[in-house]
């Protein structure tokens, strides 16, 4: 439905430019044209090694239980199932969003992705809420270190892991939020922040199932329900929100009435068409 397509790809350019706080959301959909491959796609990770999913949701509590244990398996595996992490590059979707910064139109990018793309591509107004594969961050303080701040060869050597914070003592783990985890504190509230005050959310390639970060959408779209009838002229309901998707399948979040119109496509195509669209409608 190339069309239908153009359509919608206008509409969004014309909500997109009349906005006046817009964020994005994304998950691994927008990583997978860059060859990470997400959970629940059929390419899935989760999907072709379903051992994987119940070892992630262990992965937590044999960390807060055995923090030794825990890092000596994941020294002994560097890279594990994301192993193609470190060389994969930002597509069109991550580049058209930094793009939609720079002009202005977009404010934040909330992810849930782990593999520094958005970072890569420019977006400088970044969350990160399950963190970033390449850092580390103290449990207990929250500060956040680079890959090379620890000597793990030494710690391994002197009988020295966990490793611990310079500041605080607490514990340090990967940056990444395991399954079980508490999202970092001001992560989460900075996010929900924006969920609240946000007047347009544009949700890329998450299946958005995952929570708390599958909250969001859902507050955003709570706050002021009003109950109005969908106003035939604008499409939109009367909350003071617009949500649009962009996924390759409809979500629970299209099924469940919480986003406006899903645009239904690859983000690596459709996101620079948007840019496009709202260029020339500038
Ligand atoms: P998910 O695997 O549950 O869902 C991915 C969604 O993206 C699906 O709805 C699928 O239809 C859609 N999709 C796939 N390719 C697409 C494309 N090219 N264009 C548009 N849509 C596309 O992913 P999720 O909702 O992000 O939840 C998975 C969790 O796993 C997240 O918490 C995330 O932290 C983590 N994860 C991260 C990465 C990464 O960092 N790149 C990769 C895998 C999983
Ligand atoms: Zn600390």
């Known amino acids: ?3 239908e397509r153009q359509r919608l790809i206008a509409r969004v350019s014309g909500d997109l430019l009349t906005s006046g706080h817009a964020i994005a959301l994304t998950g691994a959909g927008i990583s997978t044209e860059s060859g990470i491959p997400d959970f629940r ?3 899935g990770i989760w999907t072709q090694h379903p051992e994987a999913e119940k070892a992630a949701y262990r992965s937590y ?7 030794k244990g825990w ?4 020294l002994a ?11 994969a590059q930002p597509n069109p979707g991550h580049i058209a969003l930094a793009e939609l910064e720079k002009m202005g139109i977009l404010k934040w990018v909330i992810t849930q992705n782990i593999d520094g793309l958005h970072e890569k591509a420019g977006t400088r107004n970044l969350l990160e809420y399950h963190g970033n594969a390449f850092k580390l961050r103290c449990v207990d303080c929250g500060a956040r270190f680079g890959p090379g701040a620890f000597d793990f060869e030494k710690l391994q050597r002197d009988d020295r892991l966990p490793p611990t914070c310079p500041g605080c003592r607490g514990l340090v783990k990967s940056d990444t939020v395991s399954f079980g985890e508490p999202i ?3 992560v989460a509230a900075r996010s929900y922040e924006e969920a609240l005050k946000c007047d347009l959310m544009l949700i890329c390639g998450t299946s958005a199932v995952v929570y708390p970060f599958a909250e969001l959408p859902r507050v955003a779209r709570g706050r002021g329900y009003t109950r109005q009838p969908i106003d ?13 998707e962009i996924n390759a399948e409809p979500t629970p979040l299209t099924h469940g009435g919480i986003s406006d119109y899903l645009i239904q496509g690859k983000t690596g195509e459709i996101l620079p068409l948007i840019v496009e669209e709202a ?3 500038r």
């Open 1 to 3: 439905m190339p069309d």
């Open 41 to 43: 796609g059929p390419s």
């Open 61 to 67: 509590e044999k960390f807060v239980s055995d923090p």
């Open 71 to 74: 890092w000596q398996a994941r």
């Open 77 to 87: 595996q560097p890279g594990g199932i994301l192993r193609n992490l470190g060389t």
């Open 184 to 186: 970092p504190s001001t």
């Open 232 to 244: 035939r002229r604008t499409e939109s309901r009367a909350t003071g929100i617009i949500i649009v």
């Open 279 to 281: 260029t020339r409608l």
